[in-house]
C-alpha cells in the first residue's frame, strides 16, 4: 500500500456544508481498491474526535498559530481521519466557517494552521505513518503544498479545485501571521491584485491541479469563468486535468436505502409510492399529474436560485408542481418563500438542511431541477439519475458532464438521461421546462429515460483510478 494525506476542511459523514465534504469523505474508499491508502485530516470542530474510535495522538505543535495542537488519529467506520485539535482555533459553536454572526474573522489562520499540520505531517511523518503524496482541497488546503514547496520539499502534492468562487484571499498584511515567504509574493507566487490568495498559492506550487469535470477544466481557462484565476489555471495547462466525481453507491442507493421505499429500474412501481410520500410531506395537491419536480440545494446566486419563478410559471401551468429543499443567502430564501405562498399546493418549500429528507425526495422526485450559472461537478444530478429522478440542467461544468440532454438524435439513440438547457437564462429555463413537461407526459420514453439514467455508470471505479494512476506517475516522476 502506498500512503497519502488528503487535507480539507470537510469530510462526510463527520462535517459538511457541501459536495466538497462527500468527495473527501468518498474517496479514500474507493482509491483502498486501487492500493492507495489515504488518510483525511480535518481540523477537530467541537465534538469531532468525541465521534472517533479508537483515537491516539501522533503529533503535536506546541505552538500552532497562538496555542499547543495534537493530531488526534482515529476511525469512522473505514475512515481514517486525522483530526487537528486546536480549541483556539476549532473548538467553537457554529458551522465550520461561521456561527450566526457571520464568517469567523481568523478563517484564514484557522485553515493556514490546518495546511502547516498537514505540510509538518507530508514531510517528517506521523508516529509510523509517511504519506507518499499529499492531495489538497479547495482554498483551505492550498496552503499545504505551498508551505511544503517553500520549506523546499519535493514531496509530490496535487490540488483539487471543487470551487473557484472561494479563494482564501485576506490582506498583505497577514503575510508574516500566516507563515508566508516575502520571496513568493508576486504574481507568479501568492500575490494576488495586493492581496494574498491561498488558493492561488497552492495553484502555483502544486504538482498537478485537477477540477471536479472536464469541462470545468476547460472553463476555468476563461475569463468568463475563472474569477481572475483563468491566467493562474492556463499557464499551467500541462498539469491540469478533471476527473469527474462519483457517488457513494452505499449511501445513495434506491434499493438498499433506509429512508426511503425500496425500489429498482425493474420495481418502478414502488416509486410511485415514494411520490406519494413527497406530496403529502410538502403538503402538495393530491393529484399532480405533471412531473414533480425537486430542488436540493445551497440557496446562493451560485445556484441559479433567481431563475426559479420562471421554471414554476411554466411547470405549474403544465400541471407540475415543485418540492424544493435549501438554505443560504436571505434574499433567496425570501425568494422561494415567496413561490410557495404565490402557488399554494403547487410549490413546497423546506427552509434548513436534512440528509434523511432528501432521500426522500431523490425517491419520490420525477425530476430534479439544477439551474447553476457555474456547476463545478455537481452531486444532485448524478443522486437525480440514480434515483430515476431526470435531472433538468444548465449547460455548465460538470451537469454538461454528466447529463445527457434529450434531443430527437438522442432520443432516437437511447441515450437521454435528462433536459440540458442553455443559455443559462429564465427565457432558456423556461422552454426546457415546457420540454420536460412534454417528455413527461410521453409515458414510454419518460419511462425508458428513467431506466436508462438508473443504470448509468456514477460510482467511483472510473475516477478512482484516474486519481490512482496520477499520484502514480507523479511519485515516479
Ligand atoms: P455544492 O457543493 O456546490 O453545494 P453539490 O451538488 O456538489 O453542490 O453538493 C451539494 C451536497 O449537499 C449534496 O450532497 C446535496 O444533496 C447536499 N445538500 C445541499 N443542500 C442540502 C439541504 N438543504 N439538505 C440536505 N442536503 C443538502
Ligand atoms: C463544490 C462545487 C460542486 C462540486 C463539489 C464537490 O462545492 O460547487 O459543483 O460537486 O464541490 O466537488
Known amino acids: 500500500m502506498k500512503h497519502v494525506l488528503s487535507v480539507a476542511s470537510e469530510a462526510v459523514p463527520l462535517v459538511k456544508t457541501g459536495g466538497l465534504a462527500d468527495v473527501v469523505g468518498a474517496l479514500p474508499e474507493a482509491l483502498a481498491g486501487q492500493g492507495w491508502e489515504m488518510r483525511v485530516m480535518i481540523p477537530a470542530y467541537r465534538g469531532v474526535i468525541d465521534r472517533l474510535k479508537k483515537t491516539k495522538v501522533v503529533w503535536r505543535d506546541p505552538d500552532l498559530y497562538g496555542a499547543p495542537a495534537e493530531l488526534h488519529l482515529g476511525k469512522?467506520?473505514?475512515?481514517?481521519?486525522?483530526?487537528?485539535?486546536?480549541?483556539?482555533?476549532?473548538?467553537?459553536?457554529?458551522?465550520?466557517?461561521?456561527?450566526?454572526?457571520?464568517?469567523?474573522?481568523?478563517?484564514?489562520?484557522?485553515?493556514?494552521?490546518?495546511?502547516?499540520?498537514?505540510?509538518?505531517?507530508?514531510?517528517?511523518?506521523?508516529?509510523?505513518?509517511?504519506?507518499?503524496?499529499?492531495?489538497a482541497h479547495d482554498w483551505q488546503g492550498a496552503l499545504a503544498p505551498a508551505y511544503l514547496r517553500y520549506a523546499g520539499?519535493?514531496?509530490?502534492?496535487?490540488?483539487?479545485?471543487?470551487?473557484?468562487?472561494?479563494?482564501?484571499?485576506?490582506?498583505?498584511?497577514?503575510?508574516?501571521?500566516?507563515?508566508?515567504?516575502?520571496?513568493?509574493?508576486?504574481?507568479?507566487?501568492?500575490?494576488?491584485?495586493?492581496?494574498?490568495?491561498?488558493l492561488k498559492a497552492g495553484l502555483t506550487t502544486a504538482d498537478a491541479i485537477t477540477t471536479v469535470s472536464p469541462r470545468y477544466a476547460e472553463e476555468l481557462m476563461r475569463g468568463e469563468y475563472g474569477q481572475g484565476l483563468e491566467g493562474v489555471i492556463a499557464a499551467r495547462a500541462g498539469v491540469v486535468m478533471g476527473i469527474l466525481n462519483g457517488i457513494d453507491e452505499t449511501v445513495w442507493n434506491p434499493q438498499s436505502d433506509p429512508d426511503c421505499?425500496?425500489?429498482?429500474?425493474?420495481?418502478?412501481?414502488?416509486?410511485?409510492?415514494?411520490?406519494?410520500?413527497l406530496q403529502s410531506e410538502f403538503q402538495l395537491e393530491s393529484k399532480i399529474d405533471g412531473p414533480l419536480v425537486i430542488l436540493v440545494s445551497r440557496l446562493t446566486a451560485q445556484k441559479g436560485i433567481d431563475l426559479l419563478p420562471a421554471a414554476v410559471e411554466e411547470l405549474v401551468a403544465q400541471g407540475g408542481a415543485l418540492a424544493l429543499l435549501g438554505s443560504g443567502d436571505g434574499w433567496a430564501e425570501e425568494l422561494v418563500r415567496g413561490l410557495a405562498a404565490r402557488f399554494p399546493g403547487?410549490?413546497?418549500?423546506?427552509?434548513?438542511?436534512?440528509?434523511?429528507?432528501?432521500?426522500?425526495?431523490?425517491?419520490?422526485?420525477?425530476?430534479?431541477?439544477?439551474?447553476?450559472?457555474?456547476?463545478?461537478?455537481?452531486?444532485?444530478?448524478?443522486?437525480?439519475?440514480?434515483?430515476?429522478?431526470?435531472?433538468?440542467?444548465?449547460?455548465?461544468?460538470?451537469?454538461?458532464?454528466?447529463?445527457?440532454?434529450?434531443?430527437?438524435?438522442?432520443?432516437?439513440?437511447?441515450?437521454?438521461?435528462?433536459?440540458?438547457?442553455?443559455?443559462?437564462?429564465?427565457?432558456?429555463?423556461?422552454?426546457?421546462?415546457?420540454?420536460?413537461?412534454?417528455?413527461?407526459a410521453d409515458r414510454r420514453t419518460w419511462t425508458?429515460?428513467?431506466?436508462?439514467?438508473?443504470?448509468?455508470?456514477?460510482?467511483?471505479?472510473?475516477?478512482?483510478?484516474?486519481?490512482?494512476?496520477?499520484y502514480e506517475r507523479l511519485i515516479a516522476q
Open 153 to 198: 520539499s519535493s514531496l509530490p502534492t496535487v490540488m483539487t479545485i471543487h470551487n473557484i468562487a472561494f479563494q482564501g484571499r485576506v490582506g498583505a498584511e497577514k503575510m508574516a501571521t500566516l507563515r508566508l515567504p516575502r520571496e513568493a509574493f508576486h504574481r507568479e507566487g501568492y500575490e494576488f491584485w495586493g492581496d494574498i490568495s491561498t
Open 261 to 277: 421505499i425500496p425500489f429498482s429500474a425493474s420495481t418502478l412501481s414502488a416509486k410511485s409510492k415514494n411520490r406519494k410520500v
Open 346 to 440: 403547487r410549490v413546497g418549500v423546506r427552509i434548513g438542511y436534512d440528509e434523511a429528507l432528501s432521500h426522500r425526495m431523490f425517491a419520490g422526485g420525477d425530476a430534479v431541477l439544477v439551474p447553476s450559472r457555474f456547476e463545478p461537478c455537481g452531486l444532485t444530478q448524478l443522486y437525480g439519475l440514480r434515483y430515476g429522478c431526470l435531472p433538468i440542467v444548465a449547460a455548465v461544468g460538470g451537469l454538461v458532464d454528466t447529463v445527457i440532454g434529450a434531443s430527437p438524435a438522442t432520443l432516437s439513440a437511447q441515450a437521454a438521461t435528462g433536459v440540458v438547457f442553455h443559455p443559462v437564462d429564465a427565457l432558456a429555463l423556461r422552454q426546457a421546462t415546457r420540454r420536460l413537461c412534454d417528455l413527461h
Open 448 to 470: 425508458a429515460m428513467m431506466k436508462r439514467a438508473m443504470k448509468s455508470e456514477l460510482g467511483w471505479a472510473n475516477s478512482a483510478a484516474r486519481y490512482a494512476a496520477l
Open 76 to 135: 469512522h467506520g473505514a475512515l481514517e481521519v486525522m483530526a487537528l485539535h486546536a480549541p483556539h482555533l476549532y473548538d467553537r459553536a457554529g458551522g465550520p466557517y461561521s456561527d450566526i454572526r457571520g464568517d469567523f474573522g481568523d478563517n484564514a489562520e484557522r485553515f493556514a494552521a490546518l495546511c502547516w499540520a498537514a505540510a509538518a505531517v507530508a514531510r517528517d511523518g506521523a508516529g509510523d505513518w509517511r504519506p507518499d503524496l499529499l492531495h
